[in-house]
């Protein structure tokens, strides 16, 4: 059982999570007085159907609509992946282009493509310079980093009164609005479709999401290819931690957690890591005089283990710190003043030369964060060979790129 030991190790290692899901190894809330396995139950009589909610699975998703007065909501337990894609498979069958802003998750990608949809990469300035009606416009908001699209309600305004539709991929923002201290949950911008990892910041369970739709009438279309992506065997347990995530956020105080947080970054700073504040207070991008990859290491050398690690920096996603909460904080702060370089440790890297010139065969993406670096169709230049070297050279898993050199390797050989 290695996948049982392996995770065993690591719970008796101690090691200290600043990264998801958001219960930090339950340590936030208390997420395991409330999810037991004698609760791992099917559709049983009195447990209704997720996928046709009448009775208490309705209940839930009413509860959820009440996070922002004006949207229907649905529970899912196939993540934000399954939101994403529903929501492109539904409102491809009335738009005829999706404008995708900035940089997107894969799962973005992964829905234009397999709708076969007509679709185009811009800026939020380009956003007013193209033809926007009958289209659907696609956001992140925040970002992996937790960078926020700024004046986003605004950006909703002229699509909607343009008679173009909107997706928000808010899949790291369901915290957000949890008090007057964060910043503006994306519910607030009234998109059309606004889908949320509750797993990400909330203490829930991986793959909890929830889907939020202004109009019914698209909330249903939606809902008709969710029914066909999600699971038919729905985990109670994910439907139940997002449940239990809700009310967490709806009575959450955050005075224990901006004390501390101060308190961290503070800390940080007094032993050579260099902190970068983003729009949301949730997150923080770290440095050294090292570099960010030799930073995760030293981290992870003393059992902080990190949410991800690129050329901008170290990720960490912050726990939601409570009154009451068992979270390692003064284990945290020893840490990291025990923090000492990591050791050189270049990693083996695979012959791409083959690569450069090519056109891309499967998307190439650098996971975490899933935001591709290359995208089927495009030609692979020579500055993507040199980063994908780059991510190599540092450890980071690429996606896609073993499908692109065994095909060319062998197109080379015949």
């Known amino acids: 059982m290695s996948l049982i030991n392996k995770l065993k190790g690591l719970h008796s290692e101690g090691i200290i999570s600043m990264h998801v899901p958001g219960h930090k190894n339950n340590t936030i809330g208390k997420l395991a007085d409330i999810i037991k396995p004698v609760y791992d139950l099917t559709e049983i009589p009195g447990l209704d159907d997720l996928h046709d909610p009448a009775e208490i699975l309705k209940e839930l998703n009413d509860k959820m609509s009440l996070k922002r007065e004006g949207y229907y909501a649905q529970a899912m337990v196939n993540g934000t992946t399954n939101g994403i894609i529903s929501s492109i498979y539904a409102l491809n069958e009335t738009v005829s282009h999706f404008y995708i802003v900035g940089e997107a998750h894969k799962s973005v990608y992964h829905g234009v493509s397999l709708v076969n949809a007509s679709y185009s990469i811009i800026s939020i300035e380009e956003l007013y310079k193209v033809k926007v009606k009958n289209t659907c416009v696609i956001f992140t908001s925040p970002s992996y980093t937790g960078t926020l699209v700024k004046n986003i309600g605004e950006h909703i305004n002229f699509i909607r009164n343009n008679k173009a539709f909107s997706i928000i991929d808010a899949a790291h923002g369901a915290h957000l609005s949890i008090t007057e201290n964060f910043k503006e949950s994306l519910l607030t911008s009234e998109a059309d479709a606004v889908i949320e990892s509750y797993h990400k910041m909330l203490p829930a369970l991986t793959m909890a999401s929830v889907l939020f739709t202004k109009d019914l009438d698209l909330h249903q279309r939606i809902m008709h290819y969710i029914n066909q992506f999600e699971t038919s065997s729905p985990s109670y347990l994910v439907l139940a931690s997002i449940e239990y995530a809700q009310e967490f956020y709806n009575n959450y105080d955050d005075t224990v957690f901006f004390r501390k947080r101060t308190v961290l970054i503070n800390h940080l700073k007094e032993h050579g890591v260099k902190v970068v504040e ?79 010139g090519k056109i891309c065969l499967e998307n190439i993406v650098p996971y975490p964060p899933g935001v591709p670096l290359v995208l089927k169709g495009n030609v692979i230049t020579s500055g993507d060979i040199k980063r994908i070297k780059h991510y190599q050279v540092n450890h980071v898993k690429i996606e896609g790129i073993d499908y692109n050199i065994n095909y060319y390797m062998n197109e080379a050989e015949l």
Do not use: Q
């Open 278 to 356: 983003p729009d949301d207070p949730g997150k923080l991008m770290l440095t050294s005089s090292k570099g960010p990859y030799n930073l995760e290491r030293s981290l992870r050398d003393e059992g902080i283990y990190s949410e991800m690690v690129t050329e901008e920096g170290v990720l960490w996603c912050l726990p939601l710190w409570h009154e009451d909460d068992s979270y390692p904080f003064k284990e945290l702060l020893d840490k990291i003043t025990k923090l000492t370089p990591a050791a050189d440790n270049t990693a083996e890297i695979k012959n791409i030369a083959v690569l450069e």
